[in-house]
């Protein structure tokens, strides 16, 4: 009985085996191998002509990039370009509509919408396609090849992949340049003092309006806006003075970067706003008496930069690797040392209390890339931003116990008139600070020892809940001077 079931199963397996092999396997790749209006390698071609009822748009491969050569020479968008290809190249034939139809008209073919004509890297053609209406339902197109008399049913995305104007095409690029290879950047907003950072090295210095260490990271940060700035239409092309409408008579900021061994320099002027508020577009100007263009509004704020922006806020630079013991005490005299013994960090006087090192080491590197958010003060007076008697004092020392630098921070304020200031000890900058950075520095002990099981979780932290000292067998004390356990 087991071996009838056995073998009528196997039969069963078998069977549903050859259907899948004899039936659905052709159908699946017959549906694979769909049919395209045009057979022919998107690799070999050389040319594309578009023609539409009132224009006629031509593009040429050269060197291995695509230029339009008619109605004007212009640079294109290669990535554009690569699109429409596919769209010609990947057009379904889904069906013949009409082997021979008495009028063209109904289906749009009399006057097509496009008509696409192909070159080959040998100089031959592939037949002409023109694409005439959309059909109402189905998400489908009319189509004609050459002069076949057949109309036949493409898809809806072959129509409008087609149909691009002489902008779509264009490449939208305002600015080139390579970043590793820009040597200066010079930025005038309005009537301020212009910015000039030049690079030396790996990194940037700010050379005006004052002399002094820039943040690599803004100034390539900068760069790379000016480089992905793309252009949303054109607007004026003539290299005549500009339409004062345009507000570049004076620009409202002029940004020079200057690249390369021959030190080329480029230039953009941002101007006004477009007067058609809904598209929220800025007018700019590539050199002076060059091509006006639109660009996102947004960009305004993103270039409109002052010195500030670039200086390097970094409130104490040390190397990590020699960091031995840090030390931080509250505004209340508090303190407790994070040290680093045997390539771990440890918490001094934790007794059995259980380290946690990732977290430290966490803590120590938010120390070592802390960064204040503006400049307050640059005149050394510590005491009317109250680092005077921070609520947060961190002393990095280096293995040997000597001294790396000290953080203060303070804060003034509650509510929305809370303002947080940080400085390195014996410096004259004094920095603002993010609320979100300060808690990431506004750690107590607690924070740094596993919680063992049913001990409370830890309370705030010293500056924010304005905690008094440790005692001297390491417990912190509670706001009420109770010790707590750790």
Same mark, same amino acid.
Not at 238 to 260: E, Q, W
Not at 390 to 400: H, L, S
């Given at each position: 009985?087991?071996?009838?079931?056995?073998?009528?199963?196997?039969?069963?397996?078998? &069977?549903?085996?050859?259907?899948?092999?004899?039936?659905?396997?052709?159908?699946?790749?017959?549906?694979?191998?769909?049919?395209?209006?045009?057979?022919?390698?998107?690799?070999?071609?050389? *040319?594309?002509?578009?023609?539409?009822?009132?224009?006629?748009?031509?593009?040429?491969?050269?060197?291995?990039?695509?230029?339009?050569?008619?109605?004007?020479?212009?640079?294109?968008?290669?990535?554009?370009?690569?699109?429409?290809?596919? &769209?010609?190249?990947? &057009?379904?034939? /889904?069906?013949?509509?009409?082997?021979?139809?008495?009028?063209?008209?109904?289906?749009?073919?009399? %006057?097509?919408?496009?008509?696409?004509?192909?070159?080959?890297?040998?100089?031959?053609?592939?037949?002409?396609?023109?694409?005439?209406?959309?059909?109402?339902?189905?998400?489908?197109?009319?189509?004609?090849?050459?002069?076949?008399?057949?109309?036949?049913?493409?898809?809806?995305?072959?129509?409008?992949?087609? %149909?691009?104007?002489?902008?779509?095409?264009?490449?939208?690029?305002?600015?080139?340049?390579?970043?590793?290879?820009?040597?200066?950047?010079?930025?005038?907003? *309005?009537?301020?003092?212009?910015?000039?950072?030049?690079?030396?090295?790996?990194?940037?210095?700010?050379?005006?309006?004052?002399? &002094? %260490?820039?943040?690599?990271?803004?100034?390539?940060?900068?760069?790379?806006?000016?480089?992905?700035?793309?252009?949303?239409?054109?607007?004026?092309?003539?290299?005549?003075?500009?339409?004062?409408?345009?507000?570049?008579?004076?620009?409202?900021?002029?940004?020079?970067?200057?690249?390369?061994?021959?030190?080329?320099?480029? /230039?953009?002027?941002?101007?006004?706003?477009?007067?058609?508020?809904?598209?929220?577009?800025?007018?700019?100007?590539?050199?002076?008496?060059?091509?006006?263009?639109?660009?996102?509004?947004?960009?305004?704020?993103?270039?409109?930069?002052?010195?500030?922006?670039?200086?390097?806020?970094?409130?104490?630079?040390?190397?990590?690797?020699?960091?031995?013991?840090?030390?931080?005490?509250?505004?209340? *005299?508090?303190?407790?040392?994070?040290?680093? /013994?045997?390539?771990?960090?440890?918490?001094?006087?934790?007794?059995?209390?259980?380290?946690?090192?990732?977290?430290?080491?966490?803590?120590?590197?938010?120390?070592?890339?802390?960064?204040?958010?503006?400049?307050?003060?640059?005149?050394?007076?510590?005491?009317?931003?109250?680092?005077? %008697?921070?609520?947060?004092?961190?002393?990095?020392?280096?293995?040997?116990?000597?001294?790396?630098?000290?953080?203060?921070?303070?804060?003034?304020?509650?509510?929305?008139?809370?303002?947080?200031?940080?400085?390195?000890?014996?410096?004259?900058?004094?920095?603002?600070?993010?609320?979100?950075?300060?808690?990431?520095?506004?750690?107590?002990?607690?924070?740094?020892?596993?919680?063992?099981?049913?001990?409370?979780?830890?309370?705030?932290?010293?500056?924010?809940?304005?905690?008094?000292?440790?005692?001297?067998?390491? *417990?912190?004390?509670?706001?009420?001077?109770?010790?707590?356990?750790?």
């Amino acid at each position: 009985m087991r071996f009838r079931s056995t073998l009528v199963l196997a039969l069963l397996v078998a &069977a549903v085996g050859a259907y899948l092999w004899l039936v659905e396997r052709p159908a699946v790749e017959k549906e694979s191998e769909k049919k395209t209006l045009l057979t022919i390698d998107r690799d070999k071609v050389s *040319g594309i002509v578009l023609e539409y009822p009132e224009s006629r748009i031509e593009l040429a491969k050269k060197d291995g990039n695509w230029r339009i050569v008619a109605p004007r020479d212009l640079e294109a968008d290669q990535t554009v370009v690569k699109s429409l290809l596919g &769209a010609i190249a990947d &057009a379904e034939l /889904k069906k013949t509509i009409d082997e021979k139809p008495e009028s063209l008209a109904p289906f749009g073919l009399d %006057k097509p919408a496009a008509t696409v004509t192909l070159t080959l890297e040998d100089g031959s053609h592939p037949p002409k396609v023109s694409v005439g209406k959309t059909t109402p339902v189905g998400y489908s197109a009319y189509a004609r090849r050459d002069d076949e008399p057949a109309v036949l049913l493409t898809t809806a995305a072959f129509h409008s992949g087609v %149909k691009k104007d002489l902008k779509d095409l264009r490449d939208k690029t305002v600015l080139t340049f390579q970043d590793d290879a820009v040597q200066e950047l010079r930025i005038r907003a *309005g009537t301020q003092p212009e910015v000039v950072l030049r690079k030396e090295g790996d990194g940037w210095v700010l050379v005006q309006p004052s002399a &002094a %260490k820039a943040d690599t990271t803004q100034v390539r940060s900068y760069l790379s806006t000016l480089r992905a700035m793309r252009a949303l239409d054109f607007v004026d092309e003539d290299k005549s003075p500009p339409d004062p409408k345009y507000g570049l008579t004076p620009p409202r900021i002029v940004v020079a970067v200057v690249a390369g061994d021959k030190k080329e320099e480029q /230039k953009l002027l941002v101007g006004g706003a477009s007067t058609d508020t809904a598209k929220k577009e800025i007018y700019v100007e590539r050199g002076e008496g060059g091509s006006i263009f639109t660009v996102g509004d947004y960009l305004f704020t993103s270039l409109a930069k002052k010195p500030s922006d670039f200086r390097d806020k970094t409130v104490l630079a040390f190397e990590k690797d020699k960091v031995g013991s840090v030390v931080v005490t509250d505004a209340n *005299g508090g303190s407790y040392t994070l040290e680093k /013994k045997d390539g771990k960090w440890t918490v001094a006087a934790a007794g059995e209390a259980k380290p946690k090192d990732m977290i430290i080491d966490r803590f120590v590197d938010d120390l070592r890339t802390l960064k204040g958010a503006d400049i307050a003060s640059e005149a050394g007076d510590a005491s009317q931003f109250g680092l005077d %008697k921070p609520a947060i004092k961190i002393d990095v020392r280096g293995a040997d116990g000597g001294a790396l630098g000290t953080i203060l921070a303070a804060q003034r304020g509650t509510g929305q008139e809370k303002k947080l200031y940080v400085a390195a000890a014996g410096g004259k900058t004094v920095y603002t600070l993010n609320d979100y950075v300060f808690q990431r520095i506004d750690k107590r002990r607690a924070d740094f020892l596993e919680t063992a099981p049913g001990t409370p979780a830890p309370g705030a932290s010293p500056a924010a809940a304005g905690a008094t000292a440790d005692d001297d067998d390491g *417990g912190d004390l509670d706001a009420d001077g109770d010790a707590d356990a750790d």
